[in-house]
């Protein structure tokens, strides 16, 4: 079943809509959520609240892109349960740490507490106009690391490059995109 089909099981409450979205996207949001916590159990049960968070925002939402959307619920919850269990003093298994990806990124973006809620709504948009002008490797790699927390290690082997290679082009990319948004008026 299409992506469409599926919205209209949610927005008609329909509960083959779970199940329909659980066949089509299980294994990609278990890629999400595996990708940020390394731990199967805690996998499962961010995938799953993700399915229920979806069931209780369709409607009123209605994505144009259900996987986008699916996948940036399985993410924001992943990172929420990374964080709980970080401050809860649990030992994380992360091969890349989110706050270590955050200070790669550190020095190209500025942090929620440097500006205005308006341009933090913004950056999204930004960041799709930046990676449009990247080219087709460089806005993989960018969001291999900066979305899927994929180590060098692993994007270096799935792209038949050295880890040397891949760390050179993040730099590269960081310092660009911090050229980017500073040409629009948003300053680190």
């Known amino acids: 079943m299409k992506d469409d089909g599926i ?9 083959k809509a779970i199940e329909m979205t659980a066949e089509r996207y299980g294994r990609y949001c278990m890629q999400i959520a595996m ?6 159990w805690d996998a499962e049960e961010c995938v799953n609240d993700a399915y229920l968070r979806l069931w209780n ?3 009123p939402a209605r994505p144009k892109v259900l996987r986008a959307f699916l996948g940036r619920i399985v993410r924001n919850l992943s990172i929420d349960r990374h964080r709980s269990i970080h401050r809860a ?27 205005p809620g308006s341009v933090l709504e913004a950056l999204p948009g930004l960041f799709d106009g930046f990676l449009e002008k990247e080219t087709e490797l460089n806005r993989k790699l960018f969001v291999g690391r900066y979305w899927h927390g994929y180590s060098m290690a692993v994007l270096a082997e799935g792209y038949g490059i050295s880890e040397d290679a891949v760390d050179g082009r993040l730099r590269r990319i960081r310092e660009r995109l911090r050229n980017y948004l500073e040409e629009r008026g948003i300053r680190i």
């Open 35 to 40: 990708n940020i916590l390394h731990n199967e």
């Open 57 to 59: 925002s369709i409607p």
């Open 89 to 115: 003093g649990y030992n994380s298994n992360l091969e890349v740490s989110l706050e270590g990806l955050m200070e790669e990124l550190g020095d190209c973006i500025p942090s929620d507490d440097e500006v």
């Open 7 to 15: 919205i209209e099981l949610f927005q008609s409450r329909d509960e």
